[in-house]
């Protein structure tokens, strides 16, 4: 019979202790990916609905519920009149949400009261991203 070296389970040991510390560190990295990509999500989505609304904020008035539901419902669904049961591009994010300020020589859409939820933290979104277009000028037709 032979005799076990002392040193023979220290491998397993060892590759337990780096395993548990290796899959924190990959978690944390998915997390932080997830967020900036939710994030960059939210950003373009603002921009398309700021674009959309300055484009056709010279046909609407600032007042017009129609047109600034048609923008919350653009940057929030990415379509101006969404089918029913339709799901919003981040989840938990709702046309309540999203703030439409129509001025005399621009547009601006912003988002408030939203909190991106990644895995083990809440990142408040408190007024940003924010976006605001020039209104388009039409000229005589």
């Known amino acids: 019979m032979t005799r076990r070296k ?23 990295i998915f997390q932080i990916g997830y967020t900036f990509y939710s994030y960059q999500r939210l950003e373009n989505s ?4 700021a674009r959309y609304a300055s484009l056709r904020s010279n046909a609407a008035s600032a007042d017009d519920a129609g047109f ?23 989840t938990g994010l709702a046309p309540g949400n999203v703030d439409v300020t129509v001025a005399d020589k621009s547009t601006t859409v912003s988002i408030h009261g939203f909190e991106l939820d990644s895995m083990f933290a809440k990142v408040k979104l408190a007024g940003r991203p924010t976006v605001t277009f020039p209104s388009a000028k039409r000229g005589p037709q």
């Open 46 to 49: 603002v921009r398309a609905g």
């Open 6 to 28: 002392p040193q023979a389970g220290s491998a397993l040991i060892e590759f337990a202790a780096s395993l548990i510390l290796l899959s924190a560190l990959f978690t944390g």
């Open 68 to 90: 600034t539901q048609a923008v919350r419902n653009l940057v929030v669904y990415a379509d101006p009149a969404p089918a029913p049961g339709s799901k919003p591009l981040i």
